[in-house]
């Protein structure tokens, strides 16, 4: 399900709504999501991994991983989030990063919950 928040971009899997603090962005930009649990119980999440995708060519393509690389690691810990609590992640952006759609991928929350796309312009 995907709902659409003014001021911000929104997504919502399951139990978990992701939520940008700003629906554009500029190279070298901090993209701050929230995450809410909407469910009436408590939900287990883990930001990490996530990847930042790029639409293109009428498909998502993921540009950017974390982990980065094999020298860094995500650490497998579920954090609890309770009832109409939220958390904030943030993803710093590249400040070479190519103009155009983006979204972010998180593997560890919903089963690969997703943000509604947002812009990054020079």
Known sequence: MAAALALAASA????????????????GDRVIVSLVNRASTPVW????????QLHTEGTWVTVVSRPASDEEQCIALAYRLEPGMSAED???????LAP??????YAWVSNGAVTEEFRVKR
């Open 100 to 105: 155009g759609r983006y979204r972010l991928r």
């Open 12 to 27: 919502q899997v399951a139990e978990i709504e992701l939520t940008t603090d700003r629906s554009r962005y500029a190279p």
């Open 45 to 52: 999440y883990n930001p990490c991994p996530r990847e930042l």
């Open 90 to 96: 943030v993803t710093p952006l590249d400040s070479t």
